[in-house]
């Protein structure tokens, strides 16, 4: 079993930062891809981020690349996603999930690919 802790969210204006952890614990997840969702209300979940289990492979949804940065320490079991020039429509639930059965590939981009979730945490960008 592997419990996944998001932290973080909160409530910034647009053009903001803001940083969103993943703090994991029951197992070590530094041999799992990791990935970032996002649903926002009325919405499908949508990918966000994925990286591989070395952090050196990295994957990102068109609507976030080159604002946002998703990284690992797996020494801290913890994946993190930093949020920058933040939009009002990136406003949305963030999620962190963790693939634990076997992998071919570095990383992962379809929420049924991932085996644990977190509940997520809310982040909000005002215009």
């Known amino acids: 079993q592997v419990q996944l802790v998001e932290s973080g969210g909160g409530l910034v204006q647009a053009g903001g930062s803001l940083s969103v952890s993943c703090a994991a614990s029951?197992?070590?997840?530094?041999?799992?891809?990791m990935g970032w969702f996002r649903q926002a209300p009325g919405k499908a979940r949508e990918f966000v981020a994925a990286?591989?289990?070395?952090?050196?492979?990295?994957y990102y949804a068109d609507s976030v690349k080159g604002r946002f940065t998703i990284s690992r320490d797996n020494a801290k079991n913890t994946v993190y996603l930093q949020m920058n020039s933040l939009k009002p429509e990136d406003t949305a639930v963030y999620s962190c999930?963790?693939?634990?059965?076997?992998?071919?590939?570095?990383?992962?981009?379809?929420?049924?690919?991932?085996?644990?979730w977190g509940q997520g945490t809310q982040v909000t960008v005002s215009s």
């Open positions: 029951g197992r070590t997840i530094s041999t799992y891809p």
């Open positions: 999930a963790a693939r634990t059965r076997g992998s071919i590939n570095y990383y992962y981009t379809s929420g049924g690919d991932y085996d644990y």
């Open positions: 990286i591989g289990w070395t952090g050196g492979s990295t």
